[in-house]
């Protein structure tokens, strides 16, 4: 069973861009959850989403950010205009359940870097 | 405002001996606690879990303790080993909100 899977693993993107986020939860999980790390910081919550469904985005910031979790395919999370600050590591996680006591289960990453 | 506080960055034991990382938070309403263990460009990965009911919650050669009162919580790994070095993550949740509220971690190493 393949664990939670992230693309790309590094991205670079110049101030101004776009970065595209991809999260494939774990088989048979559909709850899905975003988080960020800036350095030396712990992870912080971004967005939590059911198949087709935003359930929580209290961590998201208002503008440039959106998350989607279509009924085929991975979860995206996409940074629009992306700038310096954006610099950070973005950890997805899935559940097969949203309930306290639901495990989520960390993919590996992707290191996002603005120039 | 840090609900969840790791308040030493790094720690370093000798192989052999009892590690002992430290978590405290600020939020009455948290009732599951978490350890997460991460290594470098890595993911971090679950350790041991302990409910708000519990006071104490052991697998192998970890340990978790909850003292609700103090609102502090603290991993013990007995024997430590040198594959334990890593950075270790406390994280809290609500029943029923579920996003994880974490630490900003201890960094363990374990010297041979």
């Known amino acids: 069973n393949a664990g939670v899977m992230q693309n790309p693993r590094h991205l670079v993107r110049r101030r101004g861009q776009e970065a595209r986020l991809r999260c494939s939860p774990m088989k048979g999980h559909s709850h899905v959850y975003w988080y960020r790390q800036l350095p030396e910081e712990g992870l912080k919550f971004m967005v939590y989403l059911q198949k087709e469904n935003i359930i929580d985005e209290s961590g998201m910031p208002k503008e440039r950010f959106s998350a989607e979790f279509p009924k085929e395919g991975p979860s995206i999370l996409r940074i629009q205009q992306v700038v310096r600050g954006d610099s950070a590591a973005y950890f997805c996680a899935s559940s097969p359940s949203g309930l306290a006591g639901g495990l989520q289960y960390f993919g590996p990453g992707t290191r996002l870097t603005v120039t | 405002d840090q609900q969840v506080k790791q308040n030493s960055p790094s720690l370093s034991v000798q192989e052999g001996r009892i590690s002992i990382l430290n978590c405290d938070y600020t939020?009455?309403?948290?009732?599951?606690f978490l350890w997460y263990k991460k290594y470098p460009a890595e993911g971090p990965t679950f350790l041991i879990s302990?409910?708000?009911?519990?006071d104490k919650n052991e697998d192998g050669r970890f340990t978790v303790f909850l003292n609700k009162s103090a609102k502090h919580l603290s991993l013990h790994i007995v024997p430590s080993q040198p594959g334990d070095s890593a950075v270790y993550f406390c994280a809290a949740l609500n029943s029923g909100n579920t996003p994880l509220v974490f630490g900003k971690g201890t960094r363990l190493s374990v010297i041979a």
């Open positions: 302990i409910s708000s009911i519990k």
């Open positions: 939020n009455s309403m948290f009732d599951y």
